[in-house]
């Protein structure tokens, strides 16, 4: 099936500073990828979706200017956290789709941010 | 309101059993139903997908019905291992990308 990949699968950083995670589809083009946020014991939360060469469009509630989202090649998708707050630690995860009957996402591992 | 709901919240079994998880939704236009199983730190695995039309689906040990007019489904794992310890997720698809994200079941399988 198909792989997803992120980068890296855990990250702590100090309050104030960037983060950036990588998203990659290793053996498939992906059109189109997602980013979510999940709390513990919470389910998945939607943050923004991606498609390759445009603009991300943001769920509401959820600060363009503080989660940058980057879809500069078919393979590759990054997130950048600027600017990070306690209350941005959490479990990102990524996921990437292509046009297809069934709109499969394929998730990504995830990658745990702990804010400090 | 589109939303997806499930219960129950956790669930402790002992191994060797068998469990059924529920999912109810309310999602309209309503495609497709999936459930997903996510194992602690990790990002989540699909594990059958039914079309509206289907009512059910297997995937080895796991099980998933659809019922398309009461909106209703169920995830039926036969035998159950340690290693079926995880989230289970069901997601109801409205077409496209629209995709409706339940809170998930806990499932945990004691020896």
Known sequence: ?116 | KNQVEQSPQSLIILEGKNCTLQCNYTVSPFSNLRWYKQDTGRGPVSLTIMTFSENTKSNGRYTATLDADTKQSSLHITASQLSDSASYICVAEGGGFKTIFGAGTRLFVKA
Not at chain 1, 38 to 65: C, H, I, R, W
């Open chain 1, 1 to 116: 099936g198909a792989v997803v990949s992120q980068h890296p699968s855990r990250v702590i950083c100090k309050s104030g500073t960037s983060v950036k995670i990588e998203c990659r589809s290793l053996d498939f083009q992906a059109t189109t990828m997602f980013w979510y946020r999940q709390f513990p014991k919470q389910s998945l939360m939607l943050m923004a979706t991606s498609n390759e060469g445009s603009k991300a469009t943001y769920e509401q509630g959820v600060e363009k200017d503080k989660f940058l989202i980057n879809h500069a090649s078919l393979t590759l998708s990054t997130l950048t956290v600027t600017s990070a707050h306690p209350e941005d630690s959490s479990f990102y995860i990524c996921s990437a789709s292509w046009p297809r009957e069934t709109y499969e996402q394929y998730f990504g591992p995830g990658t745990r941010l702990t804010v400090t």
